[in-house]
């Protein structure tokens, strides 16, 4: 937008300096220009806590092994059973983490254009290059529908509902159970459709809304020495009982997406697996956090890359699915379970690099300057802070 279009006015007159407030007084409002610059937990380098990022880091190489590991678990007990395991928690704690960083949102104007431009736009920009993407490899017609969220785009969407109603939970004396009863009755209402993947937006709300609610010193004493040496002998013993519950037990119901009755069960299994799963989730979360590194490491700075990842893994994913790479009997023995786990691990790694930021920014992170109302007494501040300097200089000479 050019300086014409957003003036304020033809005035050319300096405007008066600030007065500070009087004792007592509200000051005015931070500029949206400041506000968006100013360091915050929300705001990416700007005080970065190595922990969060070594986090979201190593949660997002667990989703994509995950994912690279499901054409491949159903001949092998103890894949399947990893599979399980890791599916119990990456998600729950890539959440909960998202929730912590949520805490500050209250819409301000920069709060909702990051909003926009860090999770709407990328959701249009993926859901349809992911249906294009479908076509393109396997000459199908699937029509773009961005109301039924495909692969891996549901995440985006449940973020901007999630973000969006954060003020209402910093509202109520005791969100947590509200999100729990709510998760819990997804699991029994079968007529909420696929619209905008509203299963897993509110089978995962409490993951978010228990994220909100969290302080630093809840991250502390997870790193404790003693949880470290407990957590150990937990993942151990989950590990064992994801190997026993591999015939009895449906995967899908750690996908959380659909009702108790969609998936066979009667419905006050829904509740039930509610609570089981959400148990094990907060059990193994807290386990995994427990071993994150606190320090900064080779790949503290891939955590600011996270959704990079995310978004871009799956069509690597997706396009050896559709070729049937993953048919090769080879690939379904020990070692290539194990290759198929590096390249994936390895893989998304890279997708998380500042290289692979620098070209795929336009779609994760558009600026989109262009698409927003400039707010007129935050150009006026800037334009006087530029003519400060000007009158300094003319009065020391």
């Known amino acids: 937008m050019s300086d014409a279009a957003s003036s304020p006015g033809q005035n050319t007159e300096p405007l008066p300096p600030a007065r500070p407030p009087a004792a007592g007084a509200t000051g005015p409002r931070m500029p949206v220009s400041a506000q968006e610059h100013r360091p915050g937990p929300d705001r990416p380098g700007k005080q970065r806590d190595a922990f969060f990022d070594n986090a979201k880091y190593l949660a997002i190489v667990l989703v994509a092994m995950g994912h690279s590991w499901e054409p491949l678990k159903s001949e092998s007990r103890f894949l399947a059973g990893m599979y399980m395991v890791v599916y119990a928690f990456h998600m729950p704690a890539f959440i909960v983490i998202s929730g912590y960083f949520s805490r500050t949102f209250d819409m301000r104007p920069d709060q909702l254009k990051r909003l926009i431009t860090g999770v709407a736009v990328p959701y249009i920009l993926f859901e349809t290059a992911y249906t294009l993407f479908k076509n393109l490899v396997t000459g199908s017609h699937d029509a773009i529908s961005l109301l039924d969220p495909w692969y891996l785009t549901w995440f985006l969407i449940a973020l901007f509902v999630w973000r969006l109603t954060t003020p209402i939970w ?58 470290r040496i407990a957590s150990v002998p937990v993942f151990a013993a989950a590990l064992a009982a994801a190997w026993w519950a591999v015939p009895h037990v449906e995967t899908a119901w750690f996908y959380h ?131 400060e300097p000007e009158k300094a200089a003319l009065s020391r000479s």
């Open 170 to 227: 910093r509202l109520l004396r005791r969100p947590l159970p509200l999100a729990v009863g709510i998760a819990m009755l997804a699991t029994i209402a079968p007529d909420i459709g696929n619209d905008l993947d509203l299963q897993r937006v509110l089978q995962f709300l409490p993951y978010f809304v228990l994220g909100l609610y969290m302080k630093p010193e809840h991250f502390r004493r997870m790193r404790r020495r003693a949880v």
């Open 257 to 387: 997406r659909d009702s108790a009755q969609e998936l066979g069960a009667p419905w006050w299994c829904g509740p039930v697996m509610t609570l089981a799963l959400m148990a094990c989730a907060l059990l193994l979360t807290v386990c995994f956090f427990a071993w994150v590194p606190r320090r900064k490491t080779w790949f503290t700075a891939l955590g600011a890359g996270t959704l990079y990842g995310y978004l871009l893994h799956g069509f690597l994913v997706k396009f050896a699915d559709y070729r049937g790479w993953f048919d090769y009997d080879w690939l379904h023995r020990p070692l290539g379970e194990l290759l198929v786990t590096a390249l994936a691990g390895s893989a998304v790694t890279v997708l998380c690099s500042r290289p692979v930021q620098r070209v795929f920014r336009f779609a994760v992170e558009p600026r989109m300057e262009w698409a927003f109302a400039q707010d007129a007494a935050a150009l006026a501040r800037g334009r006087q802070e530029m003519r």
